[in-house]
């Protein structure tokens, strides 16, 4: 029976001897890749930590026509704060914010078949740059 076959012991094949450990040390040249990027390596903390507060800038026909108006919009986490989002702002696009306007969508009721379900909620923040101050988000849009 082949099923009992794998529990009996095969005495027809040689027993296999543990091999000798050679003793020899070989050194191993690591070459490191060169990173080409226009971000430079070092990251400060205040820009990671702007990096994850700010998710993305809007990109609509609102937030265009007040861009014009020196006013950005940009979609934040939900626990973020003014005074953090301004200092988000001013270290990472390197301006000075005149004032910062916060704003809480809820989200929009779905209908998936029979089932009722609800988009994500998200946290808009409404930027103001003092004036001559500008950020290039919107060009080309």
């Given at each position: 029976?082949?099923?009992?076959?794998?529990?009996?012991?095969?005495?027809?094949?040689?027993?296999?001897?543990?091999?000798?450990?050679?003793t020899?040390?070989?050194k191993?040249?690591?070459?490191?890749a060169?990173?080409?990027?226009?971000?430079?390596?070092?990251?400060?903390?205040?820009?990671?930590?702007?990096i994850?507060?700010?998710?993305?800038?809007?990109?609509?026909?609102?937030?265009?026509?007040?861009?014009?108006?020196?006013?950005?919009?940009?979609?934040?986490?939900?626990?973020?704060?003014?005074?953090?989002?301004r200092?988000?702002?001013?270290?990472?696009?390197?301006?000075?914010v005149?004032?910062?306007?916060?704003?809480?969508?809820?989200?929009?009721?779905?209908?998936?078949g029979?089932?009722?379900?609800y988009?994500?909620?998200?946290?808009?923040?409404?930027v103001?740059?003092?004036?001559?101050?500008t950020?290039?988000?919107?060009?080309?849009?």
């Amino acid at each position: 029976m082949p099923i009992l076959d794998r529990f009996r012991k095969n005495t027809d094949a040689p027993a296999k001897k543990p091999a000798a450990k050679k003793t020899t040390t070989k050194k191993v040249v690591v070459k490191k890749a060169e990173v080409k990027s226009d971000t430079p390596a070092i990251v400060a903390k205040n820009d990671a930590l702007a990096i994850r507060l700010l998710v993305k800038p809007r990109v609509s026909e609102k937030a265009a026509r007040l861009a014009d108006k020196g006013t950005y919009v940009f979609e934040v986490v939900m626990n973020a704060e003014k005074v953090s989002i301004r200092k988000a702002v001013e270290s990472l696009y390197g301006v000075k914010v005149d004032s910062v306007r916060i704003i809480r969508v809820s989200g929009k009721p779905m209908r998936r078949g029979k089932r009722m379900s609800y988009r994500q909620d998200i946290k808009k923040a409404l930027v103001t740059l003092k004036k001559g101050e500008t950020i290039s988000l919107y060009e080309g849009v």
